[in-house]
């Protein structure tokens, strides 16, 4: 089908919600010539844009596919609702973000799978990409379609559409499977023989060389080898994290992401052995990075992306045994540039008061609290090795210091759980409030997370049967009940039946495929998605498959293959049975960090992975800020004129926003912050621009304590913007002259095209005009807006153009398109409008 041309594309934007989503041209993104490499890899996300640019894996790989000269790797989401609406109606492919490479088109196509509530994403993803959707029907025409991503560790729901899954740390293996692919190509005879070579690398899980089969008194089916493939698959992990440096060069969203910053791996796995906790068994054993390699790439990735905040992220970032010092040594080193520090989750332990006096330099960033369970009987459970005294003595901590928010996470549904552990929630919720109450003189803001619990795969409860569906919904609701005379408690539960289907498929078999591939074709789409979530469709998909979706959430003899057991972990069968053993009696295990491995001997990597132990770690030495300009003893206020046009014009005003902050911090143009807690740089800008409106001279103002040169200036800005927004001017105002006081209106053009014309015949006909050339209708047109309209003080009709100069007020704005609209009958007039000029 070959390229689709950005011509095309924009007729798609001008139809969906959120064009910033498909347009690429992000700050460090990477762009070759598909005609200069060997490899071309399509690295794709199941969810849009601003899920999957949060994703650390992607940022991993993406970084280090495309140090390869030969290899280009380009990014690939799935598109909303009405961007494949859009796709199918033109009947284009799917495409990469980068160069717009139709899906089929790429050699290897490489899903991250996170979530089994995304499945049917996948499914959309391939049809679009004109792929057919399982193994068996695609040939060595089609690309190579591979999963990596924690939720492979139970591959078997997705075995049919995937012809490999990596298990395992994708730093070496990815590679690994890339350059055996090379050196295969054109000398192998089908895709089989390809895969059985791409088979022996470790990691590599190739579900055609493996079979079900159903047990003796168990309902689902277990995965045997065929012929001579290995009973299991053992996962990679990569033994050094400093061999692998973390890319401190990421892409900048031209769209606000979910975890919208930098975010920096500090460790990998986890120390604790909580007993609920997939993620400890699937990223085993737990590695840390040195200190200092975190220090240099934070602050290099400051200087890269322009990112105001960074988030030390792990399982477990407060077992991290040098954060106190990492986080010394960086806000030394990033508070004078108003960067905020946050850390993924805190265990109260490891919190210390310098930890959060850090913390809290710049501003006040999220302070999250994980009990899980509400009682200490439960908690030890599942092994959540966390005293009350602990976690209220954490919130008083974070309230000392200034915190009004607190997050508290919970579960419901554990196993052994009473009504007295769910008013154990209560009781914790009320005792917190109050030690708020006592600190800060008024209660502070709970906002309060209930999900359900779920017995997930590789886990020492993954044995045990979830709670009922209607008894979830009723514990949930006993909770809510009980605290809303609290008006300062937020709830935010995960919906039951959400957690009902990801519980199946999570625990599912192969059998399962053809249900996912059934609610797919039913229209199920981002069943993560709250408002998307359509449980008739499963029930539906189920039913018409003959499943009955109850056996996987029921209880699994531990004498039975589980439909999962040919994946490693690293953990030993036997050690988590006694580990389910000790959960329901109620005993604690230390964690990896309090343990002797060899007395524990409950996986298969103690002894190799003792970590080397950083004695000092030293500051490090960085190069002065190289900002521009004169440092003044009196600040001064700067108005720049600018451009928004081409890809820009799709971004929306809050996007701009971030963009021109990030922009002058890498640029490093000293711009001053506002005071208080959340200091903010001092820039204003004109009254917004809708989305899809170009603007040619644009106007913000800054305060700063420096004098620039104009041809300086320009010339050092302008290094750092993505296409589309250019600084055209700079010149120092005064405080009386500045834009608030001072806008007087705006010149506004429309363009006159076959769509225009189109409208102005609809124009002639409603009004009667008979007889009337296009030219009279122009001037008919303006004489009425004129007369009607008194803030339109001109209308100049050209030969390609209608130019209309607007007085600003604002108290009432006029808004442009609504008045374009409305005369000239263009239901969406937006993308025919620039804003041409400002005047002061």
């Not at 049917?120 to 990409?129: H, K, M, S």
């Not at 006040?364 to 959540?384: D, Q, Y």
């Not at 625990?507 to 993560?528: M, P």
């Not at 600040?635 to 021109?660: F, M, N, Q």
């Amino acid at each position: 089908m070959g390229k689709m041309k950005f011509e095309d594309l924009e007729e798609i934007l001008k139809k969906v919600e959120k064009p910033s989503r498909y347009i690429n041209g992000e700050w460090n993104a990477i762009r070759k010539d598909p005609l200069k490499v060997k490899t071309k890899i399509a690295l794709v996300f199941p969810d849009t844009y601003e899920i999957g640019m949060s994703y650390l894996g992607l940022k991993i790989l993406y970084s280090i596919l495309n140090e390869k000269e030969d290899i280009l790797a380009e990014r690939v989401f799935a598109p909303w609702i009405d961007f494949e609406r859009e796709l199918r109606k033109r009947n284009f492919s799917l495409f990469s973000l980068e160069n717009r490479i139709p899906l089929k088109e790429f050699d290897i196509i490489g899903f991250s799978l996170l979530y089994e509530l995304n499945y049917t994403n996948v499914l959309t993803i391939l049809d679009l990409g004109k792929i057919p959707l399982k193994s068996l029907d695609r040939d060595l025409s089609y690309p190579l379609i591979i999963a990596g991503g924690p939720s492979v560790f139970n591959p078997e729901p997705m075995a049919e559409f995937f012809d490999l899954f990596f298990i395992g740390d994708g730093e070496e293996g990815f590679l690994e499977i890339i350059d055996k692919f090379n050196s295969l190509k054109g000398k192998v005879k089908n895709k089989l023989e390809l895969l059985k070579h791409l088979s022996q690398i470790k990691g590599v899980y190739v579900p055609a060389f493996y079979e079900t089969y159903q047990q003796e008194n168990f309902p689902l089916l277990a995965v045997r080898p065929k012929n001579s493939f290995p009973e299991r698959i053992a996962k990679r992990v990569i033994r050094d994290l400093d061999k692998h440096p973390f890319p401190n060069r990421v892409i900048v969203p031209l769209t606000e992401a979910v975890f919208d910053r930098i975010t920096l791996e500090i460790s990998r796995g986890c120390p604790q052995r909580c007993r609920f906790c997939q993620a400890a068994s699937i990223y085993l054993p737990y590695r840390m990075r040195s200190p200092e390699n975190v220090i240099d790439c934070a602050i290099r990735s400051v200087n890269e992306t322009g990112f105001e905040s960074i988030s030390l992220t792990t399982l477990s970032p407060t077992d991290y045994p040098y954060l106190e010092e990492t986080i010394k040594i960086l806000m030394d080193n990033i508070s004078d540039k108003k960067i905020a520090l946050s850390l993924s989750a805190i265990r109260p332990s490891g919190l210390s008061e310098e930890i959060i006096q850090n913390i809290k330099k710049v501003r006040k960033t999220g302070f999250t609290i994980a009990p899980e369970a509400g009682s200490e009987r439960l908690r030890r459970v599942i092994n959540k090795n966390l005293e009350e005294d602990e976690i209220i003595l954490a919130a008083e901590k974070a309230f000392s210091y200034g915190w009004r928010v607190l997050k508290l996470y919970f579960m419901v549904g554990l196993p052994t759980e009473k009504e007295e552990d769910l008013k154990e929630i209560v009781t914790l919720v009320e005792k917190i409030s109050n030690v708020g109450w006592a600190i800060l003189d008024g209660y502070p803001k709970i906002h309060l997370s209930l999900t359900s619990f779920i017995p997930k795969p590789h886990t020492p409860f993954q044995w045990l049967p979830m709670e009922d569906e209607e008894v979830l919904k009723e514990k949930i609701k006993f909770i809510k009940s009980c605290l809303k005379r609290y008006p300062w408690v937020r709830f935010k539960d995960h919906p039951v039946e959400m957690s009902v289907i990801e519980a199946v498929i999570s625990r599912g078999d192969r059998r399962l495929n053809g249900v996912i591939e059934t609610a797919w074709k039913k229209g199920s789409r981002f069943d993560s998605w709250r408002d998307l979530f359509n449980e008739k469709i499963w029930f539906e998909a189920f039913s018409e498959n003959g499943i009955d979706y109850k056996v996987y959430l029921s209880k699994f003899s531990e004498k039975s293959i589980l439909p999962w057991e040919h994946i490693e972990t690293g953990f030993k069968k036997e050690y988590l049975l006694k580990e389910l053993e000790m959960g329901l009696k109620g005993e604690q295990t230390a964690s990896c960090l309090n343990n002797d491995c060899v007395s524990c001997l409950g996986c298969i990597y103690p002894l190799k992975f003792k970590e080397k132990i950083y004695e000092n770690i030293e500051p490090i030495g960085l190069e002065k800020v190289d900002y521009i300009g004169k440092k003044e003893e009196k600040s001064k206020l700067y108005r720049c004129e600018y451009t928004k046009t081409g890809k820009a014009k799709y971004l929306s005003h809050l996007d701009l926003i971030r963009i021109i902050e990030r922009g002058f911090r890498r640029a490093n143009i000293p711009v001053n912050f506002s005071k208080g807690f959340h200091p903010k740089m001092l820039i204003s800008y004109c009254p917004a621009l809708p989305l899809g409106m170009e603007g040619k001279r644009e106007i913000l103002e800054f305060n700063t304590d420096y004098s620039f040169n104009e041809d300086e200036f320009l010339d050092r800005i302008n290094k750092f913007f993505p296409e589309g927004i250019r600084f055209l001017s700079i010149k120092e105002i005064s405080s009386e002259n500045r834009m608030a006081n001072s806008l007087k209106g705006f010149l506004y053009s429309l363009k006159i095209n076959d769509e225009l014309i189109s409208a102005l015949y609809k124009v002639k006909e409603e009004r009667n005009w008979r007889g009337l050339s296009i030219t009279n209708i122009h001037k008919k047109l303006a004489q009425i807006i004129k007369s009607e309209i008194n803030l339109i003080d001109e209308i100049i009709i050209d030969e390609d153009k209608v130019f209309f100069y607007v007085i600003y007020k604002k108290e009432r704005p006029l808004k442009i398109q609504e008045l374009i609209k409305k005369y000239y009958l263009i239901e969406n007039p937006i993308f025919l409008i620039t804003r041409e000029k400002i005047f002061l």
